[in-house]
């Protein structure tokens, strides 16, 4: 179907205002990056909802993430949903233009897949040398075991891990 007959459609099937929330940040961001808000009727009103903690991140932070990964003295640990979400379309690193942790890893940073932020501990006691930087996203399904990581690595002074 074509985009012009599909927004026809949904012209003709708007009765009344119509309040519409994507839950997803990658809903909101295709809307917006196609500009289908702007095609809607004005009686259908978008509400850009809480998104997953990945597809909420903003760009900044993740290119602070990049920044991190490529120091030869940092170990940037994560989730492994986190390695493909993009910061800035330029790259923040220049040496490496990466736009994301895969990018960074396969440019030679040191970026690892955590299943928990719990394994940092053990990779900062491995390399008390190197700065091991974990990369919290979430909301409530993962801060309790971040907030544990945290706990943690104060109760074991860990001063290499953040």
């Known amino acids: 179907m074509r985009t012009t007959q599909l927004v026809h459609q949904i012209k003709d099937s708007c009765t009344r205002?119509?309040?519409?929330?994507?839950?997803?940040?990658?809903?909101t961001h295709a809307l917006l990056r196609h500009g289908i808000d702007q095609l809607?009727?004005?009686?259908i009103s978008?509400?850009?909802g809480p998104g997953c903690p990945v597809c909420v991140t903003a760009c900044g932070r993740i290119d602070q993430?990049?920044?991190l990964a490529a120091r030869p003295e940092v170990i940037l640990c994560s989730f492994?949903?986190?390695?493909?979400?993009?910061?800035?379309?330029?790259?923040?690193v220049p040496a490496?233009?990466?736009?994301?942790?895969?990018?960074?890893r396969a440019a030679g940073g040191d970026v690892r897949l955590l299943t928990s932020p719990l394994e940092a501990i053990a990779l900062a006691q491995a390399a008390p040398?190197?700065?091991?930087?974990f990369l919290a996203v979430g909301f409530e399904t993962t801060a309790p075991a971040t907030a544990?990581?945290?706990?943690?690595?104060?109760?074991?002074?860990?001063?290499n891990l953040s």
Request: glycine share 12%; aromatic share 2%.
């Open 80 to 92: 492994g949903d986190m390695l493909r979400v993009p910061g800035s379309a330029a790259g923040v």
């Open 129 to 133: 040398d190197r700065e091991v930087a």
């Open 148 to 159: 544990l990581l945290l706990r943690q690595a104060r109760a074991l002074g860990l001063a």
């Open 96 to 104: 490496t233009a990466a736009t994301d942790l895969l990018g960074a």
């Open 40 to 43: 809607l009727p004005d009686a």
């Open 65 to 67: 993430a990049l920044e």
């Open 46 to 48: 978008l509400i850009h």
């Open 17 to 27: 205002p119509w309040t519409l929330m994507e839950v997803c940040g990658g809903q």
